[in-house]
Each structure stands twice: as structure tokens, then as C-alpha cells.
């Protein structure tokens, strides 16, 4: 089955340091990503859809400056979230699909961001 | 806008059958996803429908009624390690409900 990898797992870091999340699909090409926060006891709660070669676009309330993201090939999709504070702390997830609305997303085992 | 809505938590035994219902309204519709998630770990896809009618995969069946905008996830012969979040979710970008949290007792 199609296969979505994320990394880092974990990161623990100080605040006003710069985090940088990779996410790969790893046997299809993704032409859209999608960049998910949860928070403890919560559901996924969209960031941003990622299409490659082109402008992430950015759900309502998301700081498009603090949550960079870059989908520079069909495999490839990265956030960084820069000068992060402890607000930001929370499992972020990606999940790529082929780009057709019928074909299911894949996720990412997720990276959990502890900043302190 | 987009909503999807789910009971928040449903208690079964093992070996019984349960129904997680999800009505949603979405702009643009494409199909409605089920998804679980374990404490701590990443959505997991289940299953999906596109067009109405019953879709079964092993101990889980989901089933969607467009017309209705409502779909089910139905779970049989339930196991303690069913106990997890369930979500549905539609959209051409995945919108999830709020989950479901399923707790299987024995």
C-alpha cells in the first residue's frame, strides 16, 4: 500500500528555535500534501494543502509567516515552523494523496513537537 | 463552510457490533473517509465511499446515503484493541469530524 514517511518522530527544542518537518511519499507521487495539528484529546485540524510547484494555501487562523511550508517535487513536502514557542507544541501530521478528490490520503506516523 | 459531525465517545463489549454515525455538510462533495487513530499514533485509513451504498472490508463495514448527507462506520465481532478514535472525513481537502472514541470492555 501507498506509503507516507515523516520525520523527525520527535523533537524537542527551546523556545525561538526553528523546526523543520520533512514529509515523503515514498511509492506514488503526491501531487498534493496536506499538513495537519492535533492537540491532546482533539481531531486534525487542517494547516495547509501543500501543491506541488506551487503556493501552499493556508486555512483560516494559520500564520502563513510561522508555518513555512515547501512542496518542491512530487515526493516531497516540508513545514518549518519558525521561532516556535510552547503554544506550538502539538503533534503535526501530514498526509499525501495523488491528487484525485476520490483517492484516499495517507498519513505520516505524525511528529510530535515539544518546545519548552 | 465544511462540518462533520460524530458522537464523541460509544462503549461496547467485546464480540458486539457497533455504529458510528457521521452526518457532515461539505462544499463540493467527494466521498467520505473513515478513519482510526490509537493514543499517540497516526490516523490510520479504514475505509471509503464514494457513492451510496455499503462498502465491507473484513470486521468493518462503512456505508454512506448521499441524499442523507450521512454515512456509518459499522464494526462487528469487536476486540479490545478496537478501542481507539474514530473519524470521519469528507472534502476535496480532508475536513475530519471530531472523532469518536470507542472504548471496547470485556
Known amino acids: 500500500g501507498a506509503v507516507v514517511s515523516q520525520h523527525p518522530s520527535w523533537v524537542i527544542c527551546k523556545s525561538g528555535t526553528s523546526v523543520k518537518i520533512e514529509c515523503r511519499s515514498l511509492?506514488?507521487?503526491?501531487?498534493?500534501m496536506f499538513w495537519y495539528r492535533q492537540f491532546p484529546k482533539q481531531s486534525l485540524m487542517l494547516m495547509a494543502t501543500s501543491n506541488e510547484g506551487s503556493k501552499a494555501t493556508y486555512e483560516q487562523g494559520v500564520e502563513k509567516d510561522k508555518f513555512l511550508i515547501n512542496h518542491a517535487s512530487l515526493t516531497l513536502s516540508t513545514l518549518t515552523v519558525t521561532s516556535a514557542h510552547p503554544e506550538d507544541s502539538s503533534f503535526y501530521i501530514c498526509s499525501a494523496s495523488g491528487g484525485q478528490p476520490n483517492q484516499p490520503q495517507h498519513f505520516g506516523d505524525g511528529t510530535r513537537l515539544s518546545i519548552l | 463552510g465544511q462540518s462533520l459531525e460524530q458522537p464523541s465517545e460509544v462503549t461496547a463489549v467485546e464480540g458486539a457490533i457497533v455504529q458510528i454515525n457521521c452526518t457532515y455538510q461539505?462544499?463540493?462533495?467527494?466521498?467520505l473517509s473513515w478513519y482510526q487513530q490509537h493514543d499517540g499514533g497516526a490516523p490510520t485509513f479504514l475505509s471509503y465511499?464514494?457513492?451510496?451504498g455499503l462498502e465491507e472490508t473484513g470486521r468493518f463495514s462503512s456505508f454512506l446515503s448521499r441524499s442523507d448527507s450521512y454515512g456509518y462506520l459499522l464494526l462487528q465481532e469487536l476486540q479490545m484493541k478496537d478501542s481507539a478514535s474514530y473519524f470521519c472525513a469528507a472534502g476535496g481537502k480532508l475536513i475530519f469530524g471530531q472523532g469518536t472514541e470507542l472504548s471496547v470492555k470485556p
Open positions: 511509492d506514488f507521487q503526491a501531487t498534493t
Open positions: 465511499n464514494g457513492l451510496d
Open positions: 461539505t462544499s463540493g462533495f467527494y466521498g
